[in-house]
């Protein structure tokens, strides 16, 4: 009778390990900032959330069907970089020149493998040439005219030219920053677009990816946080985190890595930790923006200080939702 009680007893301990184990979670962001209801119209708001749904799918496809973590970020953001609607890839912001220069960074969790470009102008999907970085060289982070010339060697990288970056609603806000003299970076909270996914597979493993166009009208080919490991983008064991916002200030308080490393050496809950970070250590140096944070339990988080964050998720229990305003959730 002892035996079979054992016996009883290990296989339900093995069948909840197994059952925990294949729980899966998926939060996204397409930009926080200035985004007003009267600002957005309905025909538009449907076709974010539609794109949002859409990104949603085809990470939580791979997900289900037992894939990584790593797989299910990247077709995240392959989807969100092929929209016009965000500012990455094929929505990406115009520069001060008139082009575009795209940012990309990934995080596998528990390898800490990472990868990342910056300033690439002819990749159509950066964030699959971040991911070869990680996978196919020895380095983390490549920039500029050394991103491209490794594009060169990978046949499966597509180009487009600048141009195919183009959309009449960032020629006018390039316009309109030329006619004023600005850069997003002078009108805080007025940037929105770069997007962001994490996720966590059957295999209790976490992986976190963002890509971006930048600012508008930015000079000197200015980089900001979404291609920086720890600032934009970071994965452990234990959490991941996307940012989007003011990238100066991301940068210099490590906010990915800083939401991290509350969870891991403090014990803070996610929830805890991105609102800390996010929503007081930002403010407080003078940035603004939001981000988005997942723990190994399925635990989302998804703080901001603007008016709107375009964001969505699908939690461990398989609801699901999106969301751009405030008062959404």
């Not at 970076?185 to 930048?214: C, E, K, M, R, W």
């Not at 940068?251 to 609102?275: L, M, P, S």
Request: with cysteine.
């Amino acid at each position: 009778m002892r035996l079979l009680f054992t016996i009883l007893f290990a296989l339900a301990a093995m069948s909840a390990h197994a059952e925990d184990k294949s729980k899966t979670a998926l939060v996204i962001h397409g930009g926080a900032g200035v985004i007003e209801r009267n600002a957005l119209s309905a025909a538009d708001e449907k076709a974010i959330r539609a794109d949002l749904d859409r990104a949603l799918d085809a990470g939580n496809a791979i997900l289900a069907k037992g894939g990584s973590a790593l797989d299910a970020v990247e077709a995240v953001i392959v989807v969100l970089e092929d929209s016009p609607r965000f500012n990455a890839g094929k929505g990406a912001v115009f520069n001060a020149e008139g082009g575009h220069e795209l940012d990309a960074s990934i995080m596998e969790g528990h390898t800490r493998r990472a990868g990342a470009v910056a300033g690439v102008t002819t990749v159509r999907n950066p964030i699959k040439l971040a991911r070869a970085v990680m996978e196919r060289s020895k380095h983390v982070m490549l920039a500029g005219t050394g991103a491209e010339k490794f594009a060169d060697t990978l046949p499966d990288i597509v180009r487009v030219p600048n141009t195919w970056f183009d959309t009449e609603r960032r020629r006018k806000q390039l316009d309109d920053a030329r006619a004023k003299k600005t850069t997003a970076i002078d009108v805080p909270g007025t940037y929105f677009g770069t997007v962001g996914a994490v996720a966590l597979d059957q295999n209790g493993h976490i992986a976190a990816a963002t890509s971006t166009g930048g600012m508008t009208n930015k000079r000197w080919s200015r980089i900001g946080d979404s291609p920086v490991i720890g600032a934009g983008t970071y994965a452990d064991e234990r959490c991941g985190v996307s940012g989007t916002g003011w990238g100066e200030f991301y940068i210099r308080a490590a906010v990915a890595h800083d939401i991290c490393a509350r969870v891991a050496y403090r014990g803070d809950a996610i929830a805890v930790a991105a609102e800390e970070v996010v929503n007081k250590v930002v403010p407080a140096l003078g940035g603004d923006g939001g981000a988005i944070a997942l723990d190994v339990d399925g635990n989302i988080a998804m703080p901001f200080n603007t008016s709107g964050m375009y964001r969505a998720w699908i939690k461990p229990d398989g609801s699901r939702g999106t969301a751009v305003f405030r008062d959404d959730e």
